[in-house]
């Protein structure tokens, strides 16, 4: 399996511009998560989807983040419209459901800056 | 709310022996990860504790006291290609992680 795949690896774009970052998690995980990486907050989950369907989302920091998983094989992270504040690394992974067992995959990221 | 307290640097020679340190505060808590995380790379999994007790994988344990709150990961004959930064996380009902801040190891030789 090639683990998670996520795209672009780098975007730069300008504030006020859409943005969407793309995940395929690996086949059969039944898990998906959008995390935040920072130097000031570190390592933040912002939404999880189990079987597609979004559980908690509590962790978006606003409204202008939209996240979509419309089947197994694919979500989608949006930001619209983008700010400065918004430059970090998006992290997605999928873990499997197993009883007593915890082991989220983690994709290579995509590293936003937004000017 | 969810927190947990780990060391932001350790620094140990090569062949020595590190241990990091986890305190949590959490409600609903359901087991305790440890990920390795090198500069410009993604984290990666190194152990799962949902048990009281020691886990061991190759050079690398964690163990696990619910009763303390605490949890420890200890890297056996360190190697310069163990410098990355090491993350305790703590799951939550449905598997989600949340992460503590981090601990930057420096393997020197």
């Known amino acids: 399996d090639a683990g998670v795949i996520q795209s672009p690896r780098h975007e730069v774009t300008e504030m006020g511009q859409e943005v969407t970052l793309r995940c395929k998690p690996i086949s059969g995980h039944d898990y998906l998560f959008w995390y935040r990486q920072t130097m000031m907050r570190g390592l933040e989950l912002l939404i999880y989807?189990?079987?597609?369907?979004?559980?908690?989302d509590s962790g978006m920091p606003e409204d202008r983040f939209s996240a979509k998983m419309p089947n197994a094989s694919f979500s989608t992270l949006k930001i619209q419209p983008s700010e400065p504040r918004d430059s970090a690394v998006y992290f997605c992974?999928?873990?499997?459901?197993?009883?007593?067992?915890?082991?989220?995959?983690f994709g290579p990221g995509t590293r936003l800056t937004v000017l | 709310g969810q927190s947990l307290e780990q060391p932001s640097e350790v620094t140990a020679v090569e062949g020595a022996i590190v241990q990091i340190n986890c305190t949590y505060q959490t409600s609903g808590f359901y087991g305790l990860s440890w990920y390795q995380q090198h500069d410009g790379g993604a984290p990666t999994f190194l152990s799962y504790?949902?048990?009281?007790g020691l886990e061991e994988t190759g050079r690398f344990s964690s163990f696990l006291s619910r009763s303390d709150s605490y949890g420890y990961l200890l890297l056996q004959e360190l190697q310069m290609k163990d410098s990355a930064s090491y993350f305790c996380a703590d799951s939550g009902s449905a598997r989600q992680l949340t992460f503590g801040s981090g601990t930057q190891l420096t393997v020197l030789p």
């Open positions: 504790n949902a048990l009281d």
């Open positions: 992974a999928s873990s499997l459901d197993r009883t007593g067992y915890n082991e989220q995959f």
């Open positions: 989807f189990n079987n597609n369907v979004p559980i908690d």
